[in-house]
C-alpha cells in the first residue's frame, strides 16, 4: 500500500478550521481504517475515509472497507488454507482409529457462500469502528484536486492534512491471452474448483494457493523464472518447500515463462511456456491460469501527478530521506507489509508534532 500525507506547517488552529477535516484517507484499507480511527480516537481530529463500494473483486469502482488484506487477501485465503488442510487430517485419520466410511466429499459452492458471509462480516464491522470512533465513511472514489482538496462522486472536501491509502493490484504480465487469466482476487472467489490450473509465479502468494488448491485436489503447475521457488528466502528453506511441494504431486517448472495462453474449443487453456535454455513445452486442458506475478502500487487515476506529486517508474510515490515528496511537504508512508503498525506511527509523528492543535490522549 502506498501513501502520502499533506504535511502542513501552521500551529493556528484557526487556520486550521478552514478545512472540512484536519485528516482524510483516500482509502479505507487496513492502513487507512487505522490512520483514520487513530487520527480521531487519540488526538480529536475531524477526520474522514473515502472508499469505493463492497465487492469480493477489487476493480476502478468496487472494493470495500477493509481493503485487500481483509477481502481479498490475507483472510480469504486464511479460510482457504484451513480448508485445505481438512484433507489431510482425513488422512491421517483412520491410522488413530477413525472411520471416515468412504471418501468424504466437498461442496465448494457452499464453502464459497459461506467465506462471502465472513467476509461482509468484517466489512461491516471495519464501518462500524469507523463509526463508534466518529470518522466519516464518504462512500466514492476519491480524486486530488489540489494539496487540500479532494473530490468524491463530484464534492469537494477539503482536508489539512490527506492520507493516499490506495494499497496495491496485481500486476500481469502483458503476454498474449493474459486477458484469459486469473489474479489473487478472482481466484480466492472462484465460482467452481478447477481440476486443473496453472500457477505462474513462485513467490509466497503463488506457493500458498498451489497448496491451498493441492489439498483441495486440484492438479497444480507451477512455473517460475527462478531456478529455485521463493525467491528472497533462506535458500535451504527453498529447497526444502520446492521439494515437499514436488512430495506432495505439486508439478515444478523452475525457468519457464509463459509466453502466451490460449482459449482451446472446449472451453480449456492451454499454456505455452519456454525456459532460460529455449526449450518450450505446452500445458493443456487446464481450466484457470492464475498470475501471482507481484503487485504494483495502485497510484492512477487518483489526481497525484496532476497536483505535482512525483512518482516513481513502479508507481510508487518519491521522496527524500525525511519521507516529503516535492510538493508542500507530503509525508509519505509505505504501508505494504504493515499497514497497521505504519499508520500507527505516521499519525503519532504527524499529530504528535502540532500538539498544540490535538493534544494528545491514551493512545489505545
Known amino acids: 500500500m502506498v501513501g502520502v500525507v499533506a504535511n502542513g506547517t501552521t500551529s ?22 487505522r490512520a483514520a480511527r487513530w487520527s480521531a480516537m487519540n488526538f480529536g481530529a475531524r477526520t474522514a475515509v473515502c472508499e469505493v463500494p463492497f465487492d469480493y473483486i477489487a476493480s476502478e469502482t468496487q472494493g470495500g472497507l477493509g481493503g485487500t488484506c481483509v477481502l481479498r487477501g490475507c483472510v480469504p485465503k486464511k479460510l482457504l488454507s484451513y480448508g485445505g ?8 485419520a483412520e491410522g488413530y482409529g477413525w472411520s471416515l466410511n468412504g471418501t468424504p466429499t466437498h461442496d465448494w459452492a457452499k464453502f464459497m457462500g459461506t467465506k462471502r458471509k465472513e467476509l461482509k462480516r468484517l466489512n461491516d464491522i471495519h464501518s462500524n469502528m469507523l463509526d463508534k470512533a466518529g470518522v466519516k465513511m464518504i462512500e466514492g472514489r476519491g480524486k486530488l484536486v489540489d494539496a487540500h482538496t479532494i473530490c468524491v462522486n463530484g464534492k469537494n472536501y477539503t482536508s489539512k492534512y490527506i492520507l493516499i491509502a490506495t494499497g496495491g493490484t496485481p500486476s500481469v504480465p502483458p503476454i498474449e491471452g493474459k486477458e484469459l487469466c486469473l489474479i489473487s482476487d478472482a481466484v480466492l472467489d472462484i465460482k467452481e474448483r ?57 508439478h515444478m517448472y523452475p525457468t519457464f515463462c509463459p509466453q502466451k495462453v490460449e482459449k482451446d474449443p472446449d472451453g480449456h487453456l492451454t499454456v505455452i511456456a519456454k525456459n532460460s535454455e529455449g526449450k518450450e513445452m505446452a500445458l493443456t486442458g487446464m481450466d484457470c491460469v492464475l498470475m501471482a506475478t507481484g503487485r504494483s502500487p495502485n497510484s492512477k487515476h487518483i489526481g497525484l501527478e496532476e497536483v505535482g506529486v512525483e512518482l516513481e517508474k513502479d508507481g510508487s510515490i518519491k521522496a527524500d530521506s525525511q519521507n516529503q515528496t516535492t510538493i508542500l511537504k507530503y509525508l509519505k508512508t509505505l504501508l505494504c507489509q504493515f499497514p497497521v503498525q505504519s499508520a500507527q506511527a505516521h499519525i503519532r509523528r504527524l499529530f504528535c508534532i502540532c500538539s498544540d492543535l490535538w493534544p494528545t490522549r491514551h493512545l489505545v
Do not use: W
Open 12 to 33: 493556528d488552529k484557526a487556520k486550521t478550521e478552514q478545512y472540512d477535516y484536519d485528516f482524510f484517507s483516500i482509502g479505507g484499507g487496513t492502513g487507512g481504517v
Open 194 to 250: 478447477p481440476q486443473k490450473m496453472v500457477i505462474v509465479g513462485a513467490g509466497y502468494i503463488a506457493c500458498e494457493q498451489a497448496c491451498i488448491f493441492n489439498n483441495f485436489g486440484t492438479e497444480v503447475h507451477m512455473l517460475y523464472m527462478e531456478e529455485v521457488a521463493l525467491g528472497g528466502f533462506d535458500m535451504e528453506c527453498r529447497k526444502h518447500t520446492e521439494a515437499e511441494y514436488q512430495r506432495q504431486g505439486i
Open 85 to 92: 488442510e481438512y484433507s489431510n487430517e482425513f488422512k491421517g
